[in-house]
């Protein structure tokens, strides 16, 4: 059964450094997603992204963050200079289209020290 | 997207069925109901959507009101890997409405031995 996959499982980066997480959403897909959960806390929409372009994103989704898809079939999402408040999991999903069920990745735990 | 109500935590014996309850009273005619759910640390899972008919999947059943106020998630024989966060999402399906799902606290269900 088709799945996304992120990389790393588990990074850890400090304060100021840059991070880029890595995912390889479903062949078909064409709708791309980022979340993320700070522990014990809700999961949090960042941004989407179709056709090569942020299709929407949330407010925490500011000027430190970006996403790129680089090739056919990987997604990024960089964070220029981390900070202490980054430090939480982050999900990747992806979907047929706008609106359709969404799958998620395993995510990737971000620790910033 | 609608708001929605569920009940914080429940608890379940191992191969009843589990039955989890959803309130929303503000939905709008063409917002359907989703479900996903998170077992612990992982990325959220897709389990069953519906307007309002009521719909049924490999994983569970899905029970509308005819009122559409309210939604019953079924999991007709739960075992203990089913022990997870469950969150009841209201959206539009296509087309229109926001790309990125708003998940709420949602309720953490654990299966009894």
């Known amino acids: 059964e088709p799945e996304v996959t992120q990389t790393p499982s588990h990074q850890v980066t400090q304060m100021g450094q840059e991070v880029i997480l890595r995912c390889v959403p479903i062949?078909?897909?064409?709708?791309f997603y980022w979340y993320r959960q700070i522990l014990g806390q809700k999961v949090e929409f960042l941004v989407s992204?179709?056709?090569?372009?942020?299709?929407?994103k949330s407010e925490i989704f500011d000027d430190q963050f970006s996403v790129e898809r680089p090739d056919g079939s990987n997604f990024t999402l960089k964070i220029r200079s981390t900070k202490l408040e980054d430090s939480a999991m982050y999900f990747c999903?992806?979907?047929?289209?706008?609106?359709?069920?969404?799958?998620f990745g395993p995510g990737t735990r971000l620790t910033v020290l | 997207d609608a708001k929605t109500t569920q009940p914080t935590s429940m608890d379940c014996a191992e191969g009843r069925a589990a039955n989890l309850p959803c309130n929303h009273s503000t939905i709008s005619g063409n917002e359907y109901v989703y479900w996903y759910r998170q077992i612990h640390s992982q990325g959220p899972q897709y389990i069953i959507h519906g307007l309002k008919n009521n719909e049924t999947n490999e994983m569970a059943s899905l029970i509308i009101t005819e009122d559409r106020k309210s939604s019953t998630l079924i999991l007709p024989h739960a075992t203990l890997r089913d022990t997870a966060v469950y969150y009841c999402?209201?959206?539009?399906?296509?087309?229109?409405?926001?790309?990125?799902?708003?998940f709420g606290k949602g309720t953490h269900l654990i299966i009894q031995p």
């Open positions: 999402i209201v959206r539009v399906y296509s087309g229109g409405g926001a790309d990125g799902l708003t």
């Open positions: 999903a992806s979907s047929e289209a706008r609106g359709f069920e969404q799958f």
């Open positions: 992204f179709y056709n090569n372009e942020i299709s929407e």
């Open positions: 062949s078909n897909h064409l709708y």
